[in-house]
């Protein structure tokens, strides 16, 4: 199947601090990624939808100053998670969409802490 | 209520066994079902993707949907304990758009 990769895996930073994630599409060019968040024993939450070239489609309740998502290529999206505090610490994961059957394909996940 | 059910568990079974993970959903406008297993601290993996009702066999694993109630299934034939993991389903109302997700269900296979 097709091969979508996180980093960093995990991450510990300072409450105030800035943290970005980066997603990329090891095997083929995405024009749609998603980022979502999960809670310990959670579904996903769908955050954003993010676009290449076009601003993200972000999800109701999420604040999009807070969490920067930039789709600058075909293969990489980013997730900028702005001055952190301990409540954004969970597991974002993001998933990008295979553009032949047209199915998500996910990252790895990563667990961000803030302390 | 939720667009998609499923029941969180979690389920344990012995080696071998037969299980069967299940959900229903109250959008009619799905059209494309899936299943993921996600395993502690990972990324979930796509392991079936169907279109509308019917069954889809991969090796152990049978996926069935039955759209006119709404319902939809996952048989993993001769459990392993690495089945081990979080299953959870997902539905879409085209190709591509944005997943739905259901809860997940914690299966445990004990060897």
């Known amino acids: 199947g097709a091969v979508v990769s996180q980093h960093p895996s995990r991450v510990i930073c300072k409450s105030g601090t800035s943290v970005k994630i980066e997603c990329r599409s090891l095997?083929?060019?995405?024009?749609?990624m998603f980022w979502y968040r999960q809670f310990p024993k959670k579904s996903l939450m769908l955050m954003a939808t993010?676009?290449?070239?076009?601003?993200?489609?972000?999800e109701q309740g999420v604040e999009k100053d807070k969490f920067l998502i930039n789709h600058a290529s075909l293969t990489l999206s980013t997730l900028t998670v702005t001055s952190a505090h301990p409540e954004d610490s969970s597991f974002y994961i993001c998933?990008?969409?295979?553009?032949?059957?047209?199915?998500?394909?996910f990252g790895p996940g990563t667990r961000l802490l803030v302390l | 209520q939720k667009e998609v059910e499923q029941d969180p568990g979690p389920l344990s079974v012995p080696e071998g066994a037969i299980v069967s993970l299940n959900c229903t959903y109250s959008?009619?406008?799905?059209?494309?079902f899936m299943w993921y297993r996600q395993y502690s601290r990972k990324g979930p993996e796509l392991l079936m993707y169907?279109?509308?009702?019917g069954n889809k066999e991969d090796g152990r694993f049978t996926a069935q949907v039955d759209k006119s109630s709404k319902y939809i299934s996952l048989f993993i034939r001769d459990s392993q304990p690495s089945d081990s993991a979080t299953y959870l389903c997902?539905?879409?109302?085209?190709?591509?758009?944005?997943?739905?997700f259901g809860e997940g269900t914690q299966l445990t296979v004990n060897p």
């Open positions: 998933s990008a969409r295979e553009p032949i059957q047209e199915t998500q394909y």
């Open positions: 095997d083929f060019q995405a024009t749609t």
């Open positions: 993010s676009n290449e070239g076009s601003k993200a489609t972000y």
């Open positions: 959008n009619s406008a799905f059209q494309y």
């Open positions: 169907t279109y509308s009702s």
């Open positions: 997902a539905c879409e109302e085209t190709s591509g758009s944005r997943l739905t």
